[in-house]
């Protein structure tokens, strides 16, 4: 990638968007030439994370921050000391960003994205790298959370964008019930035979490839990933603005599914009263199990025992039978899990946050049982 960063300067939002845009905007020509050659295309990536404080600007403190505290790991060590990180304020919104690596002589390019709420990080880096880098940075900063999508927040994100035909999709399948694992990549796989592996396989997609029209020529070609990712490989030469429209669009359909999901409005309050007290406001996040014909194991001792007692990360007590009061050591925060059949309910405390309620679904999902499906419930009510 090869941003001129002072060309940038003070520019507004959409025209540095734009200048990204450019580097994945390509002719027919210029794409056939690709594939006869066989040349890597350049793809237009974008992270999304929830911002709980991070300030543009302030990136050398926070690296610094994190090498002077006592609770860093090694692995974040390690991070902070292999590479190097310089940040330019390109206007109030936005950040240009370098992430050095002397031990290869390499920098990697970024464009950081502030809305207050949620941190987008664009790039034109191969990802093997952004993996080493800018990934691990979101992943270090404590003020930032990358996103996590369900299987039906893909899906409503790509049929909710005009003129789009799925193209392609990477599909999943695994349960705590059963040893059966399946992982289908369908290159040029259609909607119909999307259906037909979720019928024969249970997999369900955790990425989708996208072609979008534009009056009518195919404009784009995209892809969202649960991971809070997503990329853009292709923009038609001369459907430039399209892209932009597409990449806005994707931004604020993750934003409002991630607050959909895991946003915490209302946590229990207790308030007294004359005769005692109550309890007031809740939210639950439910995982319900989406697949018929599994057998009818509850997953109580199974959760027990592959996630609660596997992962460090949680202490646990049981209240009763199939209700557990959990403890996140990584982020200091409790919740209570109560199982209801073969479903999943996850409480939240007075000092849960979304950051512990999407990684907890983000485990279950990825290593428990991909049929869940995500449902949240929070209103302000007294008991």
């Known amino acids: 990638m090869n941003i001129d960063n002072h060309a940038l300067k003070d520019k507004d939002t959409e025209e540095i968007v734009s200048v990204l845009i450019d580097h994945v905007s390509k002719s027919d020509e210029e794409v056939q030439r690709e594939r006869e050659e066989g040349s890597r295309t350049t793809e237009l990536k974008v992270f999304?994370?929830?911002?709980?404080?991070?300030?543009l600007g302030t990136l050398s403190q926070e690296i610094q921050k994190l090498?002077?505290?006592?609770?860093?790991?090694?692995?974040?060590?390690?991070?902070?000391?292999?590479?190097?990180?310089?940040?330019?304020?390109?206007?109030?919104?936005?950040?240009?960003?370098?992430?050095?690596?002397?031990?290869y002589e390499r920098t990697d390019q970024f464009v950081f994205l502030d809305n207050a709420d949620y941190l987008?990080?664009?790039?034109?880096?191969?990802?093997?790298?952004?993996?080493?880098?800018?990934?691990?940075?979101?992943?270090?900063?404590?003020?930032?959370?990358?996103?996590?999508?369900?299987?039906?927040?893909?899906?409503?994100?790509?049929?909710?964008?005009?003129?789009?035909?799925?193209?392609?999709?990477?599909a999943k399948y695994h349960s705590y019930h059963t040893d059966k694992r399946v992982t289908i990549q369908f290159h040029g796989g259609t909607e119909s035979d999307l259906q037909k592996v979720e019928e024969v396989f249970g997999a369900r997609p955790t990425r989708l490839e996208f072609d979008q029209a534009n009056s009518p020529t195919k404009a784009i070609h995209s892809s969202v990933d649960r991971q809070g990712y997503f990329k853009l490989t292709r923009v038609r030469r001369g459907s430039e603005q399209k892209g932009v429209e597409t990449l806005q669009q994707i931004f604020h359909d993750y934003e409002e599914h991630d607050r959909e999901h895991f946003e915490v409005e209302f946590t229990p309050r207790r308030i007294p009263l004359k005769s005692g007290f109550t309890i007031e406001g809740f939210t639950t996040l439910q995982l319900i199990e989406k697949e018929e014909d599994g057998d009818d194991k509850t997953p109580s001792e199974k959760l027990k025992g592959e996630i609660l007692e596997r992962k460090r990360r949680y202490d646990y007590t049981v209240w009763e039978p199939g209700n557990y009061l959990v403890f996140d050591k990584e982020h200091n925060e409790p919740f209570e899990i109560g199982i209801e059949d073969r479903d999943l309910v996850v409480y939240a405390k007075p000092a849960t946050t979304s950051v512990t309620l999407r990684d907890f679904c983000n485990l279950i999902l990825e290593e428990f049982n991909s049929t869940y499906g995500v449902e949240k419930t929070s209103n302000l009510l007294r008991a």
């Open 48 to 55: 999304v994370a929830e911002n709980k404080g991070f300030e």
């Open 67 to 103: 090498a002077e505290s006592e609770d860093t790991t090694k692995h974040v060590d390690s991070f902070i000391t292999e590479h190097n990180f310089v940040e330019e304020r390109l206007n109030k919104k936005v950040s240009y960003v370098e992430i050095h690596t002397p031990n």
């Open 120 to 170: 987008k990080v664009l790039t034109a880096e191969r990802r093997d790298w952004t993996k080493k880098t800018v990934e691990n940075l979101l992943r270090y900063v404590p003020d930032l959370d990358r996103l996590f999508l369900s299987s039906e927040d893909l899906r409503d994100i790509v049929t909710g964008l005009p003129k789009t035909t799925i193209s392609g999709f990477t």
